[in-house]
């Protein structure tokens, strides 16, 4: 079972996989809403970190495809 360390591991590894290689992309991650808490003291869970982590490698995939990048 991975730990909430392991969660924050890779999460750290893939933005700074999209902030080297794919910049243009880097720059939107800030505006998405998911990152955004919508209360004043946001619980950081496991299950919140791993849907973090789900959400960016959805955004990844969506923007490879899109953009055509191999």
Partial sequence: MKTL??????IIKL???IETNYPE?????E???ITIP??????ISLSVMQDYLESLKQIL???IKTHGIR
């Fill in 5 to 10: 360390q392991d969660i924050q591991t890779q």
């Fill in 15 to 17: 933005t700074s996989n």
């Fill in 25 to 29: 992309l880097y720059v939107t991650l």
């Fill in 31 to 33: 505006e998405n809403p």
């Fill in 38 to 43: 919508s209360t004043k003291h946001p619980e």
């Fill in 61 to 63: 995939k969506q923007y």
